[in-house]
């Protein structure tokens, strides 16, 4: 019987050794489900702000908080809506495309009673043309708020986008006057 060869390096030898690979990070299955469920949401809401390939990097960034923080956000009630305020806050943080004069255009309407959902509903479901069920999933908002949002946004977007005033306020003829 012949002697097992050492494949350790002998100690005079300078070659380096075979790097080993980086050891695979598991992720819960929990996050990794919750991710492909959101995924193409997140992404489109990405990319409505900064161009690819920063819009990854940022998706990647934003995504790495959330699994950071998995544990505490599964033990909150509604955790889609934990990480989508982690999400959506990190990638308008980022933002420096189309997207910024997006929100500057939106955070300028006066009186917004709820800005960061009336905006997200708008870009998910208005610009990247998610259903509202589909928005309202992605940032774990009740379906009846986010179409509450919506309406709301377009309440005061209409008038501004047509260049005059509500219908209540344009003027037209005196009404209730003695020469009725």
Known sequence: MTPAVSRAPARGDRRPATPAAPPAVALPPAFEAFYALHYACYLGYALAHVPEPAASRVLGEAMGEVVIRWADIVRRPNPAACAWILVSARIRQRSEGPGRDLALRHRAQPALRHPALEYDAF??????????EDAAEAMGEEISRVRYALAAGRGRALP?????????????????????
Do not use: F, I, K, Q
Not at 160 to 180: D, F, I, K, Q, V
């Open 123 to 132: 870009v998910l479901h208005d610009v990247l043309g998610h259903s509202v």
């Open 160 to 180: 501004e986008a047509m260049g005059h005033p509500p219908a209540s306020r344009l003027p037209g003829p005196a009404r209730n006057t003695p020469h009725e």
